[in-house]
């Protein structure tokens, strides 16, 4: 349970800066859903999976694609950011591999889930002919949020401007 509260929070949190909600609204919310689904068996958990993972992944992409193609003349400066930021000796110095190996594996087992074991047991449950079909699918998951849904809020983080001392315009 310790895990899943860190994205309660986060939940929570989103709730209350962007609609002005409770935190203990939100929570009573997310508990009752949560209570809804849990109770429904194994099954029913992954069917909740199975359908609201595909349409949160699909719709945070074309969210994205949509922010960079409104901001598509900012596209430019953005490239040149990650660039100028990503390959310098400065950077290497200040940031060292360590630092960063470190920060990637916290933020991947956040995001993807990998070892939290929320994921595997939904997997575990999968109806499959052959378990490596599974394991190849929970490895296009880890794919798909490590290197595509990262990538895309990378980008809207840097159109937004918050990593520079001027907003873009």
Same mark, same amino acid.
């Given at each position: 349970f310790a895990f899943n509260s860190v994205q309660s929070n986060t939940i929570c949190a989103a709730f209350e800066e962007a609609f002005n909600i409770p935190p203990s609204l939100m929570g009573v919310i997310l508990?009752?859903?949560t209570l809804i689904i849990i109770f429904g068996g194994i099954q029913?958990? #992954?069917k909740v999976s199975s359908i609201i993972v595909p349409v949160m992944a699909l719709g945070y992409i074309f969210l994205s694609l949509f922010?960079?193609?409104v901001n598509a003349k900012h596209l430019p400066e953005v490239i040149e950011l990650i660039i100028a930021n990503a390959f310098g000796w400065e950077q290497a110095l200040s940031g060292g591999i360590g630092m960063a190996l470190m920060q990637g594996i916290k933020r991947g087992l956040f995001s993807n889930e990998a070892g939290m074991g929320s994921a595997p047991n939904v997997a575990?449950? #999968?109806d499959?002919?052959?378990p490596?079909?599974?394991g190849l699918i929970q490895t296009?998951?880890?794919f798909t949020?490590?290197?595509v849904i990262c990538t895309c809020t990378a980008f809207i983080i840097l159109f937004s401007g918050a990593s520079q001392k001027k907003p873009m315009e």
């Open positions: 508990t009752s859903l029913r958990i #992954a922010i960079v193609i575990a449950s #999968a499959v002919t052959h490596v079909k599974q296009l998951g880890v949020d490590t290197l």
